[in-house]
């Protein structure tokens, strides 16, 4: 089996290094280049053609946006933005994302308990993940963590609470997700039921990505925070880092952010808001699980089905990587695939009570 070819773009050499013994410390994945700044990888990308990319913003002689934008206009390769945790760099990777970047991750660092060992899980993950999504051309040895299940957040049931009148929406995505939500909240009603998000993105880039949410969508799109109600016409993304549940008082919804292990790989874990929604709202909520690598969601959505809600996901022709639909699909936790363009009509129908057809 070929190894996934990587070059590592940045202007630390220190980041270079760590990046690379985490790479490499994969049996799948090889890096074959590295480079200080874009005008350095442009002449490496004439002799060497990577499989994935993974990209600084800030950097001398060419920024990574400039970068990004004539990669993807000319010979698109899959993207994965290594950013810092800074909320000014939070804000300029939106734009990397618009420009076509598949995923973003942190800078890993030195000396902070637990974060090396996590960082290596999200950084080969999301070079995993990039390496089988696809993009196209623009018009213009670690030890990893065991894979937790929901168990470690919230125990399991059988029992959903009563059915209300107020019915709730809950989705997750991961590699693809950025620019799938976009087109799905973007044709969304103001009037459209409340939203719980779980897309995988580090701390402090939810915050800005739920604010470029907002500027497009006739919704009330936020970064979720503890104690939040969720009500028509607004949006909760799960804060970076932080696993989100929903939880209910009477009639009335709100959510609980929470701390804890990562949970099917990940933190936030789709997992643990779908099992939270069907354990709190059972047949009141609709379940979608779009675009994304590994299964992360597949089995919450699945326990969502059994407690009464009506369960989608994203098709393969139209998702940027066909993993957590597809793992899905198999559990039988939907019969139903649908393509992106039909998802915010499908959210709308099934809250109004009509059947989602069958695939």
Request: proline share 5%.
């Amino acid at each position: 089996m070929a190894k996934i070819k990587v070059m590592v773009i940045d202007d630390s050499a220190l980041v270079r290094k760590l990046m690379t013994e985490l790479l490499n410390s994969d049996r799948e994945i090889e890096v074959i280049a590295q480079a200080p700044d874009p005008v350095f990888a442009l002449e490496k990308l004439k002799k060497l053609t990577p499989d994935v990319i993974t990209l600084d913003i800030e950097m001398p002689r060419m920024d990574g946006i400039t970068f990004l934008g004539k990669l993807m206009s000319e010979t698109p390769i899959p993207v994965v933005i290594c950013s810092s945790l800074a909320e000014t760099g939070a804000k300029t990777t939106m734009e990397a994302i618009k420009n076509g970047a598949v995923e973003i991750i942190t800078k890993p660092k030195m000396g902070v308990k637990g974060f090396l060992k996590e960082s290596a899980i999200e950084i080969i993950d999301a070079v995993k993940a990039a390496s089988r999504s696809r993009v196209r051309k623009k018009s213009k040895p670690l030890e990893i963590q065991k894979k937790n299940t929901a168990d470690v957040i919230i125990p399991q049931s059988n029992k959903a609470m009563s059915e209300t009148t107020e019915k709730i929406i809950a989705i997750g995505a991961s590699t693809g997700g950025t620019q799938a939500l976009r087109d799905v909240l973007s044709r969304m009603p103001s009037v459209s039921p409340g939203v719980l998000i779980v897309q995988h993105m580090p701390e402090k880039f939810t915050s800005a990505f739920a604010q470029h949410l907002n500027e497009l969508s006739e919704m009330d799109v936020a970064e979720a925070k503890k104690g939040d109600r969720l009500t028509p016409g607004k949006v909760l993304i799960a804060p970076g880092g932080q696993h989100m549940l929903l939880k209910r008082n009477g009639a009335f919804y709100h959510v609980d952010i929470i701390d804890g292990p990562l949970v099917s790989r990940h933190r936030p874990s789709v997992d643990v808001l779908f099992r939270s929604v069907a354990r709190f709202a059972g047949r009141n909520a609709v379940g979608c699980l779009m675009t994304g690598m590994g299964d992360d969601g597949a089995q919450g959505l699945l326990e969502m089905k059994n407690a009464g809600a009506q369960t989608f996901a994203q098709d393969e022709a139209s998702s940027v990587v066909f993993g957590m639909p597809k793992e899905a699909w198999k559990k039988g936790a939907t019969d139903t695939l649908v393509s992106l363009n039909t998802i915010p009509q499908t959210l709308l129908n099934a809250c109004a009570g009509k059947r989602i057809a069958s695939t």
